[in-house]
């Protein structure tokens, strides 16, 4: 039979994984009907990797080979085999990523293809999983990597402007017991299926809007790369959709330099039965265009708008250009 163990060690020591999840994957002759288990050891809830990510991706898992998730007491000796972490690993993602993982990404980077395909109905050698896989690292899981591992998100000398406790690890943290607040073992395995809960919705709903969302979004834009004329600068849209993000990304993967890159996208705006035109911005995010619309026609609509600019059938033109 085989086993995939993945363990949590204590933040107080090197040697004693505090977490346990026994996946326990049924041969091919085995029934696949009769569910095996995975199961949790007991101990607190020290962040989202160490019970509900781990054991939300564990489960997926689990869905597909007929087993079933309970939580268990600590067992030692024999039965319940345990893999350390090496004291001197540090795993990342790829080479093009920094953060050393946790076991929330150690976790994903095994099995993260998966659990993609699982939730979007499709083959794990889809190409839009590769995407989904590197996309759903970079967005959700390594900022756990980072938390988990005590990396700061920015410098040290840089003050925060307000406290952040409505992230994922906090929500977790807060799942444990009070410090003076007694609980039963009973309670204890309610809280743990809570974690698995909250944060398997955080995951699966990343994962399906990344899916279902971003992706055809992203679909859309590279369409338009292949059927606008790139020499004038300006991308047209069959859609309107969510395409900033996207357009960067496609420059970059299609090489075209600063010099030839894209000022104006282009796009239907069925609401009113006309078209709309947004300058890129220099970054994702950012308020600063590569090259904004005419100053002159800023703040205008309608027929005065059309007689600057010498195009018929205006609208308006934003402040900001």
Known sequence: ?????????????????????????????????????????????????????????AR?????????????????????????????FFETFSDKHKTKLSSAGLVYKHFGKEIIASEL?????DKDVDTLYVKVYDD????????????????LELTPAYKDSTNLH??????????????????????????????????????????????????IVSSAFDTSDLLSRVVVLEQPCPWSEHLLDVERERGITEERNILYVLYPDDSNDSWKIQCVGKKAGGFDNRKSLPESWRGLRDDELSEISKIPGCVFVHAGG
């Open 1 to 57: 039979m085989a086993k995939v163990i993945l363990s949590k060690l204590s933040p107080t020591t090197s040697h004693t994984p505090t977490h346990t999840f026994i996946l326990r994957i049924p041969p091919a002759h085995r029934n696949p009907q009769r569910p095996l288990p995975l199961r949790r050891s007991s101990g607190g809830l020290h962040a989202p990797s160490d019970c509900g990510l781990q054991g939300c991706r």
């Open 60 to 88: 997926a898992l689990a869905r597909r080979r007929q087993a079933r998730s309970v939580r268990c007491r600590r067992r030692r000796g024999r039965g319940v085999r345990r893999r350390e972490v090496p004291r001197g």
């Open 121 to 125: 109905d499709l083959k794990q050698e």
């Open 140 to 155: 959700f899981i390594e900022a756990l990597d980072g938390t988990d591992n005590g990396i700061n998100q920015y410098p």
């Open 170 to 219: 906090s929500r977790v943290g807060r799942l444990n017991p009070w410090w003076n607040q007694k609980v039963t073992d009973t309670e204890r395995d309610s809280r743990f299926q809570e974690v698995t809960l909250l944060a398997g919705n955080e995951l699966t709903s990343r994962i399906r809007f990344l899916g279902l969302s971003w992706l055809p979004a992203r679909s």
